[in-house]
């Protein structure tokens, strides 16, 4: 079955620590690749995607992934986190066909 | 705001109760989702219409829902006979309908069945 893991389920960081939030999913053909991300008590919106070409994408507020193929992953990543990066993210993957599958998400708690 | 939004943005219900929903897409948007999401878990996918067109359903989406989008335009969800296992977030979102392109979501309905 065609599914989107997300190991971290809460993480706390202090400010400008760097970032890693993990993605696997399991297909082994053709994906397409977001993050989203959902600030309190707001709407689920676009960090960064992958559709084909390089497999670092750059997103929005630095944020940036790796597409691994071999690997099935996806991480998100950012160098130094700020306070206002406080929220909860989403890897989301299309797996060829017309629907999003995402992972159970990831909170991220940046303490100041 | 040019926006997806949905209405109402909470809903709480008596059990048994009829509730309905509205989504109305980003203005030239072909294709509309909506999506459930409980607490600790990510969107799952119920429905997507392409134009008027209602082309898939999830497994989710059992009898007591209903979708529709008719005229291309807005879209509503109905749920007869509201359980207590139906409270969750009703996600609603909407994309040109190109391929490779992402979906824009809205703030979703919190329906509580009390």
């Known amino acids: 079955a065609q599914s989107v893991s997300q190991h971290n389920h809460h993480v706390i960081l202090s400010e400008a620590a760097s970032l890693e939030l993990g993605c696997n999913y399991s297909?082994?053909?053709?994906?397409?690749l977001f993050w989203y991300v959902q600030y309190p008590g707001q709407h689920l919106q676009l960090l960064l995607k992958?559709?084909?070409?390089?497999?670092l994408v750059k997103g929005i507020k630095g944020f940036e992934a790796e597409f691994i193929k071999s690997k099935f992953s996806f991480n998100l990543r950012k160098p130094s986190v700020q306070w206002s990066d406080t929220a909860e993210y989403f890897c989301a993957v299309n797996f060829g066909n017309e629907k999003l599958t995402f992972g159970t998400g990831t909170r991220l708690t940046i303490i100041p | 705001d040019t926006g997806v939004s949905q209405d109402p943005r909470h809903k709480i219900t008596k059990r048994g109760q009829n509730v309905t929903f509205r989504c109305d897409p980003i203005?030239?948007?072909?294709?509309l989702y909506w999506y459930r999401q409980t607490l600790g878990q990510g969107p799952e996918f119920l429905t997507y219409?392409?134009?008027?067109?209602?082309?898939?359903k999830s497994r989710l989406l059992s009898d007591r829902f209903s979708a529709e989008r008719p005229k291309g335009s807005f879209s509503t969800l109905e749920i007869q006979r509201t359980e207590q296992g139906d409270s969750a977030m009703y996600l609603c979102?909407?994309?040109?309908?190109?391929?490779?392109?992402?979906?824009?979501f809205g703030q979703g309905t919190r329906l509580t069945v009390v």
């Open positions: 219409f392409q134009n008027e067109a209602q082309l898939e």
């Open positions: 297909y082994g053909g053709t994906v397409n």
């Open positions: 979102a909407s994309s040109p309908g190109f391929y490779n392109t992402e979906a824009f």
């Open positions: 992958y559709f084909s070409g390089d497999p």
């Open positions: 203005s030239e948007h072909n294709r």
